[in-house]
Protein backbone atom coordinates (compact mmCIF):
# COMPACT_ATOMS: atom_id res chain seq x y z
CA UNK A 1 0.00 0.00 0.00
CA UNK A 2 2.99 2.15 1.16
CA UNK A 3 3.95 2.09 -3.18
CA UNK A 4 0.92 2.61 -4.14
CA UNK A 5 0.82 5.61 -2.26
CA UNK A 6 4.83 6.83 -3.25
CA UNK A 7 3.72 6.32 -7.03
CA UNK A 8 0.53 8.67 -6.29
CA UNK A 9 2.41 11.66 -4.92
CA UNK A 10 4.85 11.07 -7.57
CA UNK A 11 2.13 10.91 -10.16
CA UNK A 12 0.76 14.42 -8.55
CA UNK A 13 4.22 16.20 -8.36
CA UNK A 14 5.16 15.37 -12.27
CA UNK A 15 1.19 16.72 -13.11
CA UNK A 16 2.17 19.91 -11.18
CA UNK A 17 5.40 20.19 -13.30
CA UNK A 18 3.68 20.03 -16.18
CA UNK A 19 1.08 22.54 -15.62
CA UNK A 20 3.54 24.71 -13.91
CA UNK A 21 5.85 24.59 -17.18
CA UNK A 22 2.88 25.08 -19.57
CA UNK A 23 2.40 28.59 -17.63
CA UNK A 24 6.02 29.65 -17.62
CA UNK A 25 6.13 28.95 -21.83
CA UNK A 26 2.58 30.29 -22.02
CA UNK A 27 3.28 33.75 -20.13
CA UNK A 28 7.29 34.05 -20.18
CA UNK A 29 8.77 32.29 -23.58
CA UNK A 30 6.50 33.48 -26.34
CA UNK A 31 9.27 34.04 -27.87
CA UNK A 32 9.72 30.57 -28.28
CA UNK A 33 5.98 29.91 -28.76
CA UNK A 34 6.43 32.11 -31.76
CA UNK A 35 9.30 30.70 -33.01
CA UNK A 36 7.79 26.79 -33.25
CA UNK A 37 4.63 28.25 -34.12
CA UNK A 38 6.08 29.39 -37.60
CA UNK A 39 8.20 26.13 -37.88
CA UNK A 40 4.62 24.29 -37.96
CA UNK A 41 3.58 25.77 -41.51
CA UNK A 42 6.67 23.84 -42.84
CA UNK A 43 5.25 20.41 -41.76
CA UNK A 44 3.44 18.32 -44.01
CA UNK A 45 -0.52 18.70 -43.78
CA UNK A 46 -0.98 14.77 -41.98
CA UNK A 47 1.90 15.32 -39.73
CA UNK A 48 0.22 18.64 -38.71
CA UNK A 49 -2.82 16.52 -38.15
CA UNK A 50 -1.07 14.17 -36.10
CA UNK A 51 0.25 16.66 -33.44
CA UNK A 52 -2.89 18.74 -33.23
CA UNK A 53 -4.46 15.44 -32.14
CA UNK A 54 -1.83 14.65 -29.77
CA UNK A 55 -1.94 18.03 -28.14
CA UNK A 56 -5.50 18.07 -28.08
CA UNK A 57 -5.02 14.78 -26.23
CA UNK A 58 -2.89 15.93 -23.80
CA UNK A 59 -4.08 19.39 -23.34
CA UNK A 60 -6.71 18.46 -20.06
CA UNK A 61 -3.67 17.69 -18.08
CA UNK A 62 -2.40 21.36 -17.96
CA UNK A 63 -5.87 22.52 -17.80
CA UNK A 64 -5.05 24.53 -20.83
CA UNK A 65 -8.47 25.78 -22.22
CA UNK A 66 -9.11 24.05 -25.50
CA UNK A 67 -10.02 27.16 -27.25
CA UNK A 68 -6.02 28.67 -27.59
CA UNK A 69 -5.21 25.28 -29.57
CA UNK A 70 -8.55 26.03 -32.05
CA UNK A 71 -6.76 29.27 -32.71
CA UNK A 72 -3.44 27.82 -33.59
CA UNK A 73 -5.71 24.96 -35.44
CA UNK A 74 -7.45 28.01 -37.38
CA UNK A 75 -4.18 28.90 -38.92
CA UNK A 76 -2.50 25.62 -39.81
CA UNK A 77 -5.94 23.35 -40.82
CA UNK A 78 -8.66 23.34 -43.07
CA UNK A 79 -11.91 23.62 -40.99
CA UNK A 80 -13.96 20.37 -40.88
CA UNK A 81 -10.41 18.09 -40.18
CA UNK A 82 -9.87 20.69 -37.40
CA UNK A 83 -13.12 19.81 -35.55
CA UNK A 84 -13.42 16.77 -36.05
CA UNK A 85 -9.58 16.14 -34.64
CA UNK A 86 -10.79 19.15 -31.84
CA UNK A 87 -13.34 16.49 -31.29
CA UNK A 88 -11.38 13.14 -31.07
CA UNK A 89 -8.42 15.78 -28.53
CA UNK A 90 -11.19 16.42 -25.88
CA UNK A 91 -12.94 13.36 -26.11
CA UNK A 92 -9.67 11.47 -25.40
CA UNK A 93 -8.01 14.17 -23.34
CA UNK A 94 -11.67 13.86 -20.84
CA UNK A 95 -11.87 10.33 -20.59
CA UNK A 96 -8.13 10.28 -19.64
CA UNK A 97 -8.80 12.97 -16.96
CA UNK A 98 -12.02 11.11 -15.96
CA UNK A 99 -9.86 8.35 -14.72
CA UNK A 100 -6.76 10.19 -13.97
CA UNK A 101 -8.46 11.99 -11.04
CA UNK A 102 -9.94 8.25 -10.05
CA UNK A 103 -5.92 7.31 -10.07
CA UNK A 104 -4.64 9.70 -8.14
CA UNK A 105 -7.77 9.52 -5.55
CA UNK A 106 -8.92 13.04 -6.00
CA UNK A 107 -12.39 11.69 -4.78
CA UNK A 108 -11.00 10.65 -1.54
CA UNK A 109 -9.39 13.80 -1.25
CA UNK A 110 -12.36 15.86 -1.63
CA UNK A 111 -14.03 13.75 0.32
CA UNK A 112 -11.92 14.13 3.46
CA UNK A 113 -11.47 17.57 3.15
CA UNK A 114 -14.70 18.99 2.32
CA UNK A 115 -17.56 15.55 3.32
CA UNK A 116 -20.81 17.75 3.69
CA UNK A 117 -20.43 19.96 0.15
CA UNK A 118 -18.76 16.78 -1.96
CA UNK A 119 -22.12 14.71 -0.38
CA UNK A 120 -24.27 17.88 -1.74
CA UNK A 121 -22.68 18.27 -4.47
CA UNK A 122 -22.56 14.40 -5.37
CA UNK A 123 -26.28 14.33 -4.77
CA UNK A 124 -27.14 17.52 -7.06
CA UNK A 125 -24.79 15.72 -9.89
CA UNK A 126 -26.29 12.70 -9.69
CA UNK A 127 -29.92 13.69 -10.27
CA UNK A 128 -28.79 15.66 -13.54
CA UNK A 129 -25.72 14.29 -14.79
CA UNK A 130 -26.28 14.83 -18.20
CA UNK A 131 -27.58 18.03 -17.99
CA UNK A 132 -25.07 19.15 -15.76
CA UNK A 133 -22.19 18.22 -18.06
CA UNK A 134 -23.98 19.67 -21.27
CA UNK A 135 -23.89 22.61 -19.72
CA UNK A 136 -20.80 23.51 -18.02
CA UNK A 137 -19.13 21.95 -21.42
CA UNK A 138 -20.90 24.73 -23.40
CA UNK A 139 -19.80 27.78 -20.78
CA UNK A 140 -17.07 28.98 -22.78
CA UNK A 141 -15.23 30.66 -19.92
CA UNK A 142 -15.91 27.60 -17.15
CA UNK A 143 -12.71 24.97 -17.69
CA UNK A 144 -14.18 21.59 -19.09
CA UNK A 145 -10.94 19.93 -17.75
CA UNK A 146 -12.08 20.87 -13.99
CA UNK A 147 -15.29 19.26 -14.26
CA UNK A 148 -13.55 15.95 -15.92
CA UNK A 149 -11.89 15.55 -12.59
CA UNK A 150 -14.96 16.43 -10.66
CA UNK A 151 -16.73 13.92 -12.14
CA UNK A 152 -14.22 11.00 -12.37
CA UNK A 153 -13.76 12.05 -8.97
CA UNK A 154 -17.57 11.61 -8.18
CA UNK A 155 -17.62 8.82 -10.11
CA UNK A 156 -20.28 9.93 -12.43
CA UNK A 157 -21.40 7.60 -14.74
CA UNK A 158 -18.66 7.69 -18.13
CA UNK A 159 -20.91 7.10 -21.04
CA UNK A 160 -22.93 10.11 -19.91
CA UNK A 161 -20.45 12.06 -19.12
CA UNK A 162 -18.76 11.04 -22.58
CA UNK A 163 -21.78 12.09 -23.91
CA UNK A 164 -22.43 15.11 -22.63
CA UNK A 165 -18.91 16.21 -23.26
CA UNK A 166 -19.88 15.38 -27.18
CA UNK A 167 -22.82 17.09 -27.19
CA UNK A 168 -21.52 20.71 -24.99
CA UNK A 169 -18.41 20.98 -26.62
CA UNK A 170 -19.26 19.93 -30.13
CA UNK A 171 -21.67 22.98 -30.38
CA UNK A 172 -19.41 25.12 -28.48
CA UNK A 173 -15.99 23.97 -30.48
CA UNK A 174 -18.70 24.06 -33.90
CA UNK A 175 -19.50 28.11 -32.84
CA UNK A 176 -15.33 28.92 -32.18
CA UNK A 177 -14.41 26.94 -35.51
CA UNK A 178 -16.67 27.80 -37.83
CA UNK A 179 -17.33 31.42 -36.88
CA UNK A 180 -13.59 32.34 -35.55
CA UNK A 181 -12.22 31.38 -39.26
CA UNK A 182 -14.63 34.37 -40.12
CA UNK A 183 -13.65 36.41 -37.34
CA UNK A 184 -9.66 35.72 -38.09
CA UNK A 185 -10.53 36.31 -41.58
CA UNK A 186 -12.09 39.77 -40.70
CA UNK A 187 -9.68 40.87 -38.84
CA UNK A 188 -6.69 39.89 -41.08
CA UNK A 189 -8.76 42.58 -43.64
CA UNK A 190 -8.28 45.27 -40.97
CA UNK A 191 -4.75 44.91 -40.52
Known amino acids: MKTHHKINHIVRAVWVIAILSAFYLYFFQRSFIEAEISLIAEIPLYTRYFIYTLLGSLRGFTLIPVTYLIVLGLLFLPL ?8 VGIVASSFTVYYFSE ?8 EEKYPTQIAKLKSVVEKNELPIVISWSMLPF ?3 DVMCYVCGSLEVNVKKFLLGIIIGEGITCAIYIFLGKDLLVLLHSFI
Open 103 to 110: FIHLGEYF
Open 80 to 87: MPLYLLTM
Open 142 to 144: VPT
